[in-house]
């Protein structure tokens, strides 16, 4: 069964940009969040969906967005892009059967590294 | 507010010999707790969970211990292998209904050969 998959890898954008980073679940996952991972800061929180749902967000500005897919695919959005947002942004995915958000493991996507100029 | 810390930024083991990671959290709502290794470049592989109602979860050469009153969970492996060398995070989740884990900062691994 194939892993979590994420595109693109690697980006470079400037400061105001905007960018759009993909992810796809492993097959039969229905639940993805993402998170962003910085130096010292470990890995964030930024929100996770379910079923087409926002399920809950974290503590990030409103510049951060996402939304899911009918196939539980994923996207997130950042706007206006400033230095900080260089970071690893890393999606994961979770089975999760009953829709309850029970304790199943989240596997992780490769990332996609973002560097902001 | 970090809630969930793990104090030791590295560490260094002689291969064959038990690596010890530990992790504290503040938060005694948390009920599951679970270990993740990450290699550059790489997305963090799952090592071992552990839920609160348990004090101990192995797996092979992995094995997670939880002071619940301590609020402490440790993974030890045993025997380390040059392998192992890599950053590893505890994670930390709060009940049900989403799957917001709360991470540590992550310990850097070095197995010595």
């Known amino acids: 069964k194939a892993g979590v998959t994420q595109t693109p890898r690697y980006l470079i954008k400037t400061r105001g940009q905007q960018v759009t980073l993909s992810c796809s679940p492993i097959s039969g996952h229905r639940s993805v969040s993402w998170y962003q991972q910085t130096p010292g800061q470990g890995l964030q929180f930024l929100f996770e969906?379910?079923?087409?749902?926002?399920?809950n967000k974290g503590n990030f500005p409103g510049r951060f967005s996402g939304r899911q897919f009918s196939n539980s695919r994923s996207e997130m959005n950042v706007s206006t892009l400033e230095l900080g947002d260089s970071a690893l942004y890393l999606c994961?995915?979770?089975?999760?059967?009953?829709?309850?958000?029970?304790?199943?493991?989240?596997?992780f996507g490769p990332g996609t590294r973002l560097l902001v100029l | 507010d970090q809630q969930v810390k793990q104090n030791s930024p590295s560490l260094s083991v002689q291969e064959g010999r038990i690596s010890i990671l530990n992790c504290d959290y503040t938060?005694?709502?948390?009920?599951?707790f679970l270990w993740y290794k990450k290699y550059p470049a790489e997305g963090p592989t799952f090592l071992i969970s552990i839920s609160s109602i348990k004090d101990k979860n192995e797996d092979g050469r992995f094995t997670v211990f939880l002071n619940k009153s301590a609020k402490h969970l440790s993974l030890h492996i045993v025997p380390s292998q040059p392998g192992d060398s890599a950053v590893y995070f505890c994670?930390?989740?709060?009940?049900?209904?989403?799957?917001?884990?709360?991470f540590g900062t992550g310990t850097r691994l070095k197995v010595l050969a």
């Open positions: 994961a995915s979770s089975r999760d059967p009953t829709g309850q958000g029970t304790k199943e493991t989240q596997y």
């Open positions: 969906y379910f079923s087409e749902t926002q399920r």
């Open positions: 994670a930390a989740q709060r009940g049900s209904g989403t799957y917001k884990y709360i």
């Open positions: 938060n005694s709502m948390f009920d599951y």
